[in-house]
């Protein structure tokens, strides 16, 4: 059951999606729908996956959750416990409306002092006013940029996180798109 289960959860993340039930057929050798039928029943019932309305295999958390270890000091060296705590989706931790929410590369280094840097990737989510301080994509005066929103005596502009820029401040019309709500970088 096991080795089936982890061909399954191998396509999913080779391929960012679910097989369906004759991909399942072919990827585990079986010679009948019915025994692809029993282990999806098998793995429902295990919680590994789920169905939609349709019938269609849809993954839970379980499949792109990472063990949640604990802490690691960033100042002075403590021993550490390898003890998991937990698991944790990153989907869950950063991304609280999906259907609202999107990435982007970044381009640039106008933010670099609030430390996002050329290649990042920023999860953008529209969603409500943003609130002085926030960063934000917006387009303003016909073209598109991060920056952070700022709103000082009624005037609102555009702040960048690197002392080589100047603040923006718009012409003619500012429309701000999504608030930034994280960053992610490879290493």
Do not use: C
Not at 112 to 140: H, M, N, S, T
């Amino acid at each position: 059951m096991k080795a089936y289960k982890d061909k399954i959860i191998a396509f999913y993340h080779r391929e960012k999606r679910m097989p369906d039930y004759a991909e399942i057929m072919r990827l585990l050798g079986f010679k009948s729908k019915n025994a692809v039928f029993k282990l999806v029943q098998k793995l429902v019932e295990e919680g590994v996956v789920k169905k939609d309305a349709k019938g269609k295999l849809i993954p839970t958390h379980s499949l792109d959750e990472v063990p949640l270890l604990g802490l690691v000091e960033a100042g002075f060296p403590s021993a550490a416990d390898q003890e998991t705590l937990d698991t944790m989706s990153i989907d869950d931790y950063l991304i609280e409306h999906k259907e609202a929410s999107y990435l982007l590369e970044v381009k640039g280094d106008s933010m670099i002092d609030a430390g996002i840097q050329e290649g990042d990737l920023v999860l953008a989510e529209r969603r409500g006013e943003p609130k002085d301080g926030d960063i934000v994509i917006a387009e303003v005066d016909g073209g598109w940029t991060m920056k952070y929103y700022r709103k000082r005596a009624g005037k609102v502009y555009l702040e960048p996180a690197n002392k080589k820029y100047k603040n923006i401040y718009p012409e003619s019309d500012l429309r701000v798109a999504a608030i930034v709500r994280g960053v992610i970088r490879k290493y």
